[in-house]
């Protein structure tokens, strides 16, 4: 059987400095808020003043959001500084401070909702991913994140799963196939499906792994029967199910349980042995944890 680690799954940082995907995040989301001139700002306070700030937490929870916090802040003003006082994936307490910074009152006050929007949403993630990481201690079974993610900001919710210790699966359509229900109806059946798959790889792109969606123990031995993927789905299956699935592939294939798992039910399935179990209430079911970005007035003397 293949070791999970060898299938495409990121645990490793983003380094979305390199990233441009987070460029363009960035520039939508301060134009968004920013639009013609942050008119609150301008009225009352000049472009040149200089200001510190803190970043207060309210909620206990696994702090996430760090490090881009620090590139929000140095995307809008290279030379602002940054002093961290929490790392990403680390407990964080409600009264602890998050970091300092020191730029441009303009800088500060423009940044101040998309660094709140980002940390707390992702602290949120990460808080209840790894919820689900501490249930699944001592076992095989990881845990990975799925799709369903919000329009434009799943680079940092995928983010934040990772820094709650769940694995990122594919990022988008693009970097593999999956062969889901629908694709399967439309194609025309299981076997069809995979097989104009592997013929789509191996002409077009050989590097692209191969999983595909299973409905029925029927399903799973219609795979076998083909070959050819790198992964089978048992999607709503019930940990019984799965179990004798797991039978059936003997080992050949990698596997993933999706649908109706959650923490009360996550260990039935842990302890079947399969490899993987997707969840998407990680990041549409996450709450975002309370943070407040505050001024550091210099008392005058």
Do not use: W
Not at 20 to 41: M, Q, V, Y
Not at 214 to 234: E, H, Q
Not at 243 to 265: K, P, Q, V, W
């Amino acid at each position: 059987m293949r070791s999970p680690d060898s299938y495409p799954a990121r645990s490793q940082p983003i380094a979305p400095e390199s990233d441009e995907r987070l460029f363009f995040l960035l520039e939508a989301a301060l134009k968004e808020d920013i639009g013609d001139g942050d008119h609150s700002t301008l009225c009352c306070i000049p472009p040149d003043a200089r200001g510190k700030a803190v970043l207060k937490i309210k909620q206990a929870g696994i702090m996430a959001g760090m490090d881009i916090a620090e590139k929000i802040l140095r995307h809008k003003e290279p030379s602002a500084l940054f002093t961290a006082f929490k790392e990403d994936g680390r407990p964080m307490q409600a009264g602890e401070k998050a970091f300092e910074a020191e730029a441009g009152i303009h800088t500060l006050l423009q940044c101040e909702r998309l660094i709140l929007n980002c940390m707390q949403r992702m602290s949120g993630i990460a808080t209840l991913t790894r919820q689900y990481v501490d249930r699944l201690q001592g076992y095989h079974t990881r845990v990975l994140d799925t799709r369903k993610s919000t329009p434009n900001f799943r680079l940092l919710e995928k983010e934040a799963v990772r820094i709650g210790g769940g694995v990122n699966h594919r990022f988008g359509l693009f970097d593999m196939i999956m062969l889901k229900d629908n694709h399967i109806d439309f194609c025309g059946g299981i076997e069809t499906a995979i097989g104009e798959a592997i013929r789509y790889r191996d002409e077009s792109r050989p590097e692209l792994k191969i999983e595909v969606e299973t409905r029925s123990l029927d399903d799973v031995r219609r795979v076998l029967s083909t070959g050819g993927v790198d992964r089978i789905m048992l999607d709503n299956f019930t940990p019984r199910q799965v179990e004798d699935a797991l039978t059936l592939i003997g080992g050949r294939y990698e596997t993933e349980a999706s649908g109706g798992i959650h923490l009360d039910n996550i260990e039935e399935y842990a302890r079947t042995g399969v490899d993987f179990v997707s969840i998407g209430a990680l990041i549409h079911q996450a709450q975002s944890l309370d943070m407040s970005l505050k001024a550091i007035v210099i008392p005058h003397s």
